[in-house]
């Protein structure tokens, strides 16, 4: 298993740009989540779904959309970009009803100038 | 508002010493906590868990320890070893929710 990937590693963006930041995971796991980590502040939650066709919104959901059309695909996107958002975006996925170890992706580092 | 801490941010230790890094959490109503471990560049990495039901698990070389009377959880490395330098993370979780602390960066010195 490849576990939870992320593309792109790294990306630059242009103050009010758009981007998809890309998430999939081939553990069958039906919960995903998007947190975002800046320094010293520890990881925090943007959005999260629970299974297929359902999202929710974390504790920074503002700026970010997401969607769950598929259980393996968890996009993120920065509809324009801010400065704000410059941050190490981090993927992660979990088991059934019941888990609560999750598996994390080795992140993306988005820079918004 | 409900927050998870860390008491030190930075931990120096000699290799072969023991490590102790310290968490506060604050939200009693949380019945799962978890430590990862982070290395420059990678995502976050499973170390142990325990359940609030539980005062102390023990894993390979690690072991957790909680104390809800206090809302105190830490993380023991035995015979640190210089690949144990990482930032270390706990975390609090209710189901679908994980809230983490800001981390403790470990060094271990030769």
């Known amino acids: 298993n490849a576990g939870v990937t992320q593309t792109p590693k790294f990306q630059v963006l242009k103050t009010g740009q758009s981007m998809t930041l890309q998430c999939a995971q081939d553990m069958n796991h039906e919960y995903m989540s998007w947190y975002r980590q800046d320094p010293g502040m520890g990881l925090r939650l943007i959005h999260y779904s629970v299974g297929a066709g359902i999202t929710d919104q974390g504790e920074v959901p503002n700026g970010y959309n997401v969607s769950r059309s598929t259980t393996e695909d968890f996009p993120l996107r920065l509809l324009s970009a801010a400065p704000s958002q410059t941050s190490v975006y981090f993927c992660?996925?979990?088991?059934?009803?019941?888990?609560?170890?999750?598996?994390f992706g080795p992140g993306t580092r988005l820079t918004v100038t | 508002g409900e927050s998870v801490g860390l008491h030190l941010p930075t931990l120096s230790v000699q290799e072969g010493d023991n490590s102790i890094i310290n968490c506060a959490y604050s939200?009693?109503?949380?019945?799962?906590f978890i430590w990862y471990k982070q290395e420059s560049g990678k995502g976050p990495q499973f170390i142990i868990d325990?359940?609030?039901?539980?005062d102390k698990r023990q894993g390979q070389r690690v072991t957790v320890l909680l104390n809800k009377t206090v809302k105190h959880l830490s993380l023991q490395i035995a015979a640190t070893q210089p690949g144990d330098s990482a930032v270390y993370f706990c975390?609090?979780?209710?189901?679908?929710?994980?809230?983490f602390g800001a981390g403790t960066r470990l060094t271990v010195k030769p």
């Open positions: 325990i359940r609030s039901n539980m």
């Open positions: 939200n009693s109503a949380s019945d799962y």
């Open positions: 975390a609090e979780s209710a189901v679908h929710d994980m809230r």
């Open positions: 992660a996925s979990k088991g059934g009803q019941g888990a609560y170890e999750q598996y």
